[in-house]
């Protein structure tokens, strides 16, 4: 039977704050029977990695190891931005083959997209899988990665996120098996006897009404709906209330849709991408990315109300309510601009969570940029969470 516990612990002293995650374990789980274990931990602990993982597959010897430093992590129902911590998952995953992987950059560029990743993954494009997946920001091209994936391995998801503790090439810690890695990209292969169900959250709201590009070139839409993008926008604002343009006017976003094989679009099928320039003059805009002439887009706004509201609104949708299998566990990579960075509370995105899913075990971290599919895709998002509910694909 597929059973899972999570924890979290605040003290400064690696052994028992290690002791602190077991004990709470123990109450659920015999550390022994683990298959599978994330652990994330704040750079108050990097210097000491080493001895914590020594310390961790002492406590659990059989189970794979996965997990890497973090500005703040998430454990149970806590999340912790602020002084030392440390989070964990303990899985025991009866039937799941766990395939673990590390990439560098140059074993990356070496391969083409087209390549075969059986081995260095453990997963064929035939395969129903899952990956979770963790990188190094300064020595790892996650965008690269991950357009190799979509390309190579359709439809197969990756979740998880950049380590976000270092401010310099070389601090990160990416932690697999017994090993600990300065750089390049961790992470396992999840296939068997498992369904994980995804849920994207960029925090965004959709104004008004989605729009084709029918102009533009590279990153500039010159036209929307054969108008230029400015016109389009001040007649959206004109069914707008005055708090909703106040809103617009200071953090407005396009979502395009990824998948546009659809009769009707709504949160979950959009791509938020920032604004980074527009023409007065002109009307049009220019986004963070290539936008393809005949693609379709809506505007967003996203602020905390917003982002409270996305993240209802998605998990509603995979709730044990309306879920057929409730999911047993969950892992969760939040952008470190969310949290009490963005409410003014702990525990806000784990809280919900909890409260839509029931009191599952949970545990991830806050990352300097979050992995999750959105329309079948794989992307790297920020001011995002990515969720990946765990349960058994066999009742």
């Given amino acids: 039977m597929m059973r899972f516990a ?68 998430i454990g149970a129902g806590r999340e912790l931005q602020r002084g030392c911590s440390m989070s964990a998952l303990a899985g025991v995953l009866p039937g799941v083959d ?52 979509n390309a190579a391995l359709p439809g197969v998801p990756v979740v998880g996120g950049m380590a976000s503790a270092a401010e310099q090439p070389g601090q990160t810690r990416l932690i697999l098996g017994d090993r600990v890695h300065r750089e390049g990209m961790v992470g396992v292969t999840l296939t068997g006897n498992i369904t994980v169900r995804t849920v994207v959250s960029q925090g965004c709201r959709p104004i008004g009404q989605p729009f084709v590009v029918t102009k533009g070139d590279r990153n500039v839409i010159r036209e929307l709906g054969g108008k230029p993008p400015v016109v389009q926008l001040n007649k959206v604002f004109q069914d707008l ?14 979502g ?41 887009v809506q505007f967003h706004v996203r602020d905390a109300e917003c982002a409270d509201e996305d993240l209802r609104t998605l998990l509603g949708g995979v709730s044990p309510g309306v879920a057929e299998t409730p999911p047993a566990a969950a892992m ?46 794989n992307f790297v998002h920020g001011f995002t969470a990515s969720i990946a509910l765990l349960s058994p694909s066999q009742s």
């Fill in 256 to 296: 395009r849709v990824i998948n546009e094989y659809q009769d009707a679009f709504a949160r979950g099928d959009f791509l938020i991408q920032n604004i980074v320039g527009l023409d007065p003059e002109g009307g049009a805009i220019a986004v963070a990315a290539q936008v393809r002439v005949g693609s379709t």
């Fill in 6 to 73: 999570s924890a979290v612990s605040a003290n400064p002293d690696r052994e028992r704050a290690v002791e602190d995650l077991f004990g709470q374990i123990r109450g659920t789980l015999d550390p022994a029977d683990v298959h599978l274990l994330v652990f994330f931990c704040s750079a108050h602990f990097e210097d000491e990695l080493e001895s914590i993982v020594e310390l961790l597959r002492l406590w659990s010897p059989s189970a794979m190891l996965l997990g890497c430093t973090a500005e703040g992590t």
């Fill in 98 to 149: 766990i395939h673990p992987f590390r990439l560098t950059q140059e074993q990356l560029e070496a391969k083409d997209a087209a390549d075969d990743w059986t081995d260095p993954l453990g997963v064929a494009a035939d395969t129903s899988a899952v990956m979770v997946a963790l990188g190094d920001p300064f020595s790892f091209d996650v965008l690269e990665f991950l357009e190799k994936i």
């Fill in 332 to 377: 969760l990579f939040d952008c470190n601009g969310r949290g009490i960075r963005m409410w003014p509370h702990e525990g806000h995105d784990v809280g919900i969570l909890r409260e839509l899913c029931g009191p599952i075990p949970v545990a991830g971290f806050f990352a300097a940029g979050e992995i999750g599919p959105v329309g079948g895709k």
């Fill in 241 to 254: 209330t005055p708090k909703e343009v106040a809103l617009a006017k200071q953090a407005l976003f396009v």
